[in-house]
């Protein structure tokens, strides 16, 4: 397994600026996560939803 980490510099509000990539054995992606540029870095979700990050 490897793990990928891009940042993307753009301007623009509906993209992500960080994007985390999981890829497999086989080299191909297996998750993936977006980091959109205004929302807190405790935060996740599906895109409709989000939820806190808190303790377990």
Known sequence: M???RVHWHHDLDDEP???YSEIGVDD???RKVKILPGVPKDTWG???HR???GEA
């Open 28 to 30: 191909h992606e297996v």
């Open 17 to 19: 600026v960080v994007i």
């Open 51 to 53: 939820w806190g990050v």
């Open 46 to 48: 599906t895109g409709h």
């Open 2 to 4: 490897k793990c990928w």
